[in-house]
């Protein structure tokens, strides 16, 4: 059942629509798949784009972030926000420069964003942030303690007014450019885990549910 | 000789201040490090953080985007813009939730944009984005017509006011953490190259300049 509205006339894809996506599942499927995204949010006229982390549980996103101080002033409070997550999958070579481009996913959410208040759903979401960076670590980290949460702010911001839009494949040249001696196709792009490097002080073998992040980012 | 503004009262990082970096290389740096950014800009009091490609030359960031009709209507004329750029370099597990961290490099730039006009200043636009993507590009790839530059629109952003905001390094717990049975340490994170894909009519050789891209991200 898709439930984001779509789209609204602020969330339709305008140029190149035929890239653009509104059902719930692929809105989804690239927020699930992405780690930091970009908070918009407006302070004395002037637009901020600040990198948080996040995580989506059912049709809302919980926000976090290193400038949440500076953000909460505002963004807590109900005023209009957009949290945008791109993935980058692949640079694309035409033949003609004007035709390069790139393969990506992206989503953007428009919305007001609220504080998480409350013990047990400010627990729920550090949690559903923590295990979607790394799926499982929950089951081994110490979770917060009451002054932990107290000290920390999460955003939620639901997915009412969201869309997405991606590119997929190799170039379109132009038809008189085939002819010309030039590489062309695409360099497929990957955020792929290294080695894990266990601090000084870890004792610890490495945990099943890093093996297989690692696996999956390989 | 460092000309960025160090810091101005809204670049300064607030939270975390001893991760904040206001001088020119390290701003220069994270900016030729990364491939997409995400731009702010304000339509009709809503924010909007819109992923753009972008390169710098000097002092000035190029700016090119896909939905850059929507952007432009406002954004080239002068309304003040934020982009940001984020690097994500590592996943930091501490063994408490609440350390739990990211290791990342970002930039925030503040300013007014402009649009690019005249034949020779975007062709110079234009191609320093294509060079910054695929370096050497533009020495075998047909450059943009006369006819095409006129449908291609390009922002420019000084770097009059950024700042960069940074972490590096492992976790740090709680003291009493430490002693806790928990892994704990750094996921570092890439973004990599694959194999290069050529298209269907493709019976190029892959270049130089491309397997030196692939090599360094490897």
């Given at each position: ?15 190149l629509?035929?890239r ?70 692949g640079l694309v070579l035409a033949r003609s420069g004007f035709h390069h481009s790139v393969n ?63 590119r997929?494949g190799g170039p379109v040249d132009a038809p008189e450019d085939y002819a010309l001696?030039v590489w062309a196709g695409e ?32």
């Amino acid at each position: 059942m898709p439930t984001t509205k779509a789209p609204s006339p602020r969330t339709k894809v305008r140029r190149l629509g035929g890239r653009g996506r509104y059902d719930q599942d692929t809105v989804h499927a690239i927020l699930d798949a992405g780690l930091v995204g970009h908070m918009a949010f407006i302070q004395e006229d002037q637009p901020y784009a600040i990198p948080m982390l996040y995580a989506r549980r059912e049709r809302v996103l919980y926000l976090h972030g290193s400038r949440l101080s500076r953000l909460l002033k505002g963004a807590g409070g109900g005023i209009p926000v957009c949290f945008t997550v791109t993935l980058v999958d692949g640079l694309v070579l035409a033949r003609s420069g004007f035709h390069h481009s790139v393969n990506y996913r992206s989503v953007v959410v428009l919305g007001r964003a609220g504080i998480v208040e409350g013990e047990a759903a400010k627990r729920l979401a550090l949690d559903t942030i923590v295990d979607h960076i790394v799926p499982g670590r929950t089951t081994e980290a110490r979770g917060p303690s009451t002054k932990e949460l107290a000290a920390t702010e999460v955003l939620a911001l639901e997915l009412d007014e969201a869309s997405a839009k991606l590119r997929t494949g190799g170039p379109v040249d132009a038809p008189e450019d085939y002819a010309l001696p030039v590489w062309a196709g695409e360099i497929p792009l990957h955020l792929t885990a290294g080695e894990p490097v266990p601090d000084a002080r870890c004792a610890v073998p490495l945990p099943a549910y890093l093996e297989r992040l690692v696996a999956a980012r390989a």
